[in-house]
């Protein structure tokens, strides 16, 4: 059974930071590519940070400089780096893992974690 299991969301200050975590089990992880994505209220989900086969990159543009993907594949885990957030950062969180034959979206997720961005 695949599990993808999120933590690291909260409460914090603008221009604070968080790391999410996304801790993979029942896949074989190294041989999937990762990404989070976000959805605000009354908003469509969005895609924030991809990591491609050989390291490469994608983010959104609003968040390029301030977030950043990796991984750990000893660990089954895909991280996300937010630095200098602002309240339009507020969102529901989760990551997605797929196979690198599937386009962004498809595979598992996880169950999402609340980023709340606020004074």
């Known amino acids: 059974q695949v599990q993808l299991v999120e933590s690291g969301g909260g409460l914090v200050q603008p221009g604070g930071s968080l790391r999410l975590s996304c801790a993979a089990s029942?896949?074989?992880?190294?041989?999937?590519?990762a990404g989070w994505y976000r959805q605000a209220p009354g908003k469509q989900r969005e895609s924030v940070a991809q990591?491609?086969?050989?390291?490469?990159?994608y983010y959104k543009d609003s968040v390029k400089g301030r977030f950043t993907i990796s991984r750990d594949n000893a660990k089954n885990t895909v991280y996300l780096q937010m630095t200098n957030l602002n309240p339009e950062d507020s969102a529901v969180y989760s990551c997605?893992?797929?196979?690198?034959?599937?386009?962004?979206?498809?595979?598992?997720w996880g169950q999402g974690t609340q980023v709340t961005v606020s004074s």
């Open positions: 997605n893992v797929r196979p690198s034959t599937a386009p962004p979206g498809q595979g598992y």
């Open positions: 029942g896949i074989n992880f190294r041989l999937y590519l």
């Open positions: 990591m491609f086969n050989g390291g490469s990159t």
